[in-house]
């Protein structure tokens, strides 16, 4: 029996579908799922974190923290992060505003402007680390399910020249000097619009020059160090309003 030339025609046109509606590469995803995350304009964000250091004279300590906020894509971030430090518990809230950080004083109530981010929060920006330049190597993980939507989880390397490119930048003219920096990360992104729900980074580098790492009785010279670092970030709300992020007023 013959098949009708129309019923061949619609089997081809619907094979034709399904292969030009195959799935993306996971390096095309990733670009997609960033490019996506950046045109939402807004996102609420929620994580944890970790920082170990390890000085050559044997000095070492290490924290988690947590923190939460909004962002304003590019580069506005309102958050607050809540750590403790050998004991001591502090909350710090923070706003950020093209390259500017300004700080709450908990006692005082008042804000203050820095004239930029540390080493230490550049690299666990929550913003900055959501740039597809410095994302390669991409593979996929698996496909979890993240709040009831199917995710693809992947996995990358970051490329660690620009990622210290941007700590010198943001330190400015700080005397430390960095080194030996390695970076992975990986990224969940829904299957059905393409959009970032969570990120982990984590980072290891070296740190010369470091003050005040001194052992009891020793010279007050600076120090080397080792640090590792990760930050584990939940993106929520995209593209939904809240409340406008604005310079506070600075304390005189």
Known sequence: MRIPRVVAL???????????????????L????????????????????????KAQNGISFSFDFKLSGDAELPDKARMSVEL?????????DTIAIAGKEYTLDAASGKWTAGSGTS??????????????????????????????????????????????????????????SISNAQGTGELWIRIDDSQIVRQLVKVSLDVDGLAGLASTGAASS????????????????????????????VAP
């Open 119 to 176: 080493k230490v929060t550049s690299v666990i920006d929550p913003l900055g680390n959501v740039d597809a330049s410095v994302i390669h190597d991409v593979v996929e993980v698996d496909r979890p399910e993240i709040d009831g939507r199917k995710t693809r989880h992947l996995r990358y390397q970051a490329d660690t020249t620009k990622i210290i490119a941007g700590m010198r930048q943001s330190a400015g003219a700080s005397p430390q």
């Open 10 to 28: 619609l089997v081809a046109v619907a094979a034709l579908n399904v292969v030009c509606k195959s799935e993306p590469t996971a390096a095309a």
């Open 84 to 92: 403790t430090v050998l004991g001591n518990a502090f909350k710090v």
């Open 30 to 53: 990733t670009d997609k799922g960033v490019a996506n995350l950046k045109n939402a304009k807004t996102v609420q964000l929620d994580g944890i974190g970790s920082l170990a250091l």
């Open 222 to 249: 600076p120090t080397s160090a080792s640090m590792e670092m990760s930050l584990d970030m939940h993106f929520s709300h995209h593209g939904e309003a809240f409340p406008k992020i604005t310079a506070p007023p």
